[in-house]
């Protein structure tokens, strides 16, 4: 019989916990932020979202730097080097590329690097991405990169697919390629008349 009760009470206790707690969260601000009217991805905007209205009270910092949202590429430092297509998984990346004039580029942690291609394609499909990372880690001059950018609205699937190439870059590359393939051609047989010429010296 008292074990009856003493259920009884503990039954009615718990009860009243919960919805103790459920009467105190009434009170409280939404844990949950109204996006898209509040925009996570900067402090900035954060705090003009919330600004004069109810909502959120929690310390909302915008996305975390290591967030890996939809990928952008510099071109102006990417070597073509295919590394990030090869890295890929899933096939994503789709590069082609030209021999270019060499420059030298500042790496990755302070390394050189080198650049002997250019690219006359540079495609990311963001359909098919999974935002892993695997592309990023292994280029050498960190062209490759995550930006906190996670909303990509199109309304047909060649819209998401990313060209950092523009045909008429794709274009020039190509042409100076031709103009470097002559002229290399021309060094190598004006070389070879030389040695032929020392050759004729000689004997
Ligand atoms: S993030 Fe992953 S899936 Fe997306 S392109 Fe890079 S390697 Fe491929
Ligand atoms: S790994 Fe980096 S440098 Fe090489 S092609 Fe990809 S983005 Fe360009």
């Given at each position: ?33 109204e996006y898209p009217d509040v925009d996570v991805r900067s402090v900035d905007s954060i705090r ?156």
């Open positions: 019989m008292n074990q009856y009760f003493h259920n009884m009470i503990n039954g009615i206790q718990t009860v009243f916990e919960g919805m103790s707690i459920t009467l105190a969260s009434m009170f409280q601000g939404p844990a949950t932020v003009v979202g919330l600004k004069g209205k109810r909502g959120y009270k929690g310390n909302l910092r915008g996305m975390p730097e290591n967030y890996r949202g939809i990928l952008d590429v510099d071109m102006s430092i990417c070597t073509a080097c295919l590394i990030c297509m090869k890295a890929c998984p899933i096939d994503c990346i789709a590069i082609t590329n030209v021999k270019c004039d060499k420059r030298k580029l500042q790496g990755k942690n302070g390394k050189p690097a080198a650049q002997t291609r250019a690219a006359t394609r540079f495609d990311i499909d963001i359909a098919k991405c999974m935002f892993c990372g695997l592309c990023v880690e292994p280029c050498p001059t960190g062209a490759i990169f995550h930006t906190n950018e996670f909303e990509m609205n199109r309304d047909n699937l060649e819209g998401l697919i990313l060209r950092f190439v523009a045909p008429e870059e794709a274009e020039k590359a190509s042409k100076r390629a031709a103009e470097i393939a002559v002229e290399q051609a021309e060094k190598k047989a004006a070389l070879a008349k030389e040695k032929a010429a020392a050759k004729g010296e000689d004997s």
